[in-house]
């Protein structure tokens, strides 16, 4: 079965939904899932307002969301904003990851196309919460360059190859496949067990803990015993315009692609997530939809949720707010870079590489911030 993210692929409904995030981790707790599909970012940029508050951050971010987003988290203006690209208007929240780039053969950087997936998993032995108002929580390391497959933090993400170039049988590769895919799927999820406390710059992970007994779990650790929901961003991406240009691309072998932050392995994925949700109506949908006691009629028919589904508001919906003046590869539409944007060197093992003093000028995080207008990115 194609894991293509289509309009009719999505027009299949749940079913197919279902079969594709089971047959990609086959967890072993069954879960009552919610989908939304993003048919493009809301803006992609050198922004993180996590990790790099108030500042252009160190890599570039495929951001969906609402369009007040900004390099500052204030969750009272976030909600304010205009609108979201997520169909469910209540939920004005952010949620980013590393932008991954086509790799050429003479060393350049390609953008690439990206539709978003979002899943949300509310386990049917747990008693999920809504996400606090001013929540904030990171998953995955971005400097991680290898897997311990019997570590449940090792097994938060991996990569699907659709239609790979060598003709063999669509794969699950836990790293960047090393031939070009048709379509690289990316999945990460995220930890859902809170300790009641803010998120802590100093200590990223403090807060939220994975489940003891899987990534989507039931047994919460004592030390952090609120359940959340779990997210699952599946992420599709495709080389399309690279091939159409006839840009050489490099041999089966070799890294094919990379993240951001200059990562050739993919081991280094990592998301992000600001909550933006109206908690009342989060709060709603839990318990009308997805709480154990929900019943299958009682799921058919979410009341709570269907009243602030807009599709169209959501596919029109645009960013109008400041970003680095600085090309990132993509703007509705590949481009081809020289360096990838900021000081991030190509790097697959050890420390990260310096950049070198000499070679600062685009490499550097000294970039102005520009207006963007309503049809620039994605006319």
Known sequence: MSHSLTPARAANGTAFLFFLLVAAFASPVA???????????????????????????????????ANGFSTQYQPDKIRQSECTNIPVQADMSNYWFPQIFQLTADGKYTGMYAGVRVYYMFNEKANTQPFPYNFQMVAGDPARKSKNMSVTFDNISNYYCEG???????????????????????????????????????????????????????????????????ILLESFWRPGDAVKAGLKLPPTGQPQYILANGDTTGFGLHADMQNGWDVEVLRDIIDTCYS?????????????????????????????????????????????????????????????PKCN??????????????KTKATELFP
């Open 31 to 65: 879960s009552r899932i919610m989908v939304f599909d993003v048919w493009k970012s809301m803006v992609t940029a050198r922004m993180d307002p996590i990790i790099s508050p108030g500042a252009v951050s160190q890599h570039s971010h495929h951001i969906i969301g």
């Open 164 to 230: 790979p170039i060598s003709g063999r049988k669509s794969y699950k590769s836990e790293g960047f496949p090393k031939e070009r895919c048709n379509t690289l799927i990316m999945k990460i999820f995220t930890p859902s067990c809170h300790n009641g406390q803010k998120y802590n710059p100093a200590d990223p992970h403090a807060h939220m803990r994975f489940p003891e007994d899987a990534y989507d779990g039931k047994r919460c650790p004592k030390t952090h015993p609120t359940r959340l929901p779990t």
């Open 292 to 352: 154990p006691n929900t019943t299958a009629a009682e799921k058919k028919s979410c009341t709570p949720m269907a009243a602030t589904w807009n599709s169209k508001k959501a596919n029109a919906c645009r960013y109008t707010g400041n970003r680095p003046n600085e090309s990132v590869g993509w703007n509705g539409k590949s481009q081809v870079l020289d360096k990838l944007p900021g000081c991030n060197l190509p790097w697959t093992s050890g420390p990260k």
């Open 357 to 370: 003093p000499k070679m600062q000028g685009r490499m550097g995080l000294a970039v102005g911030w520009i």
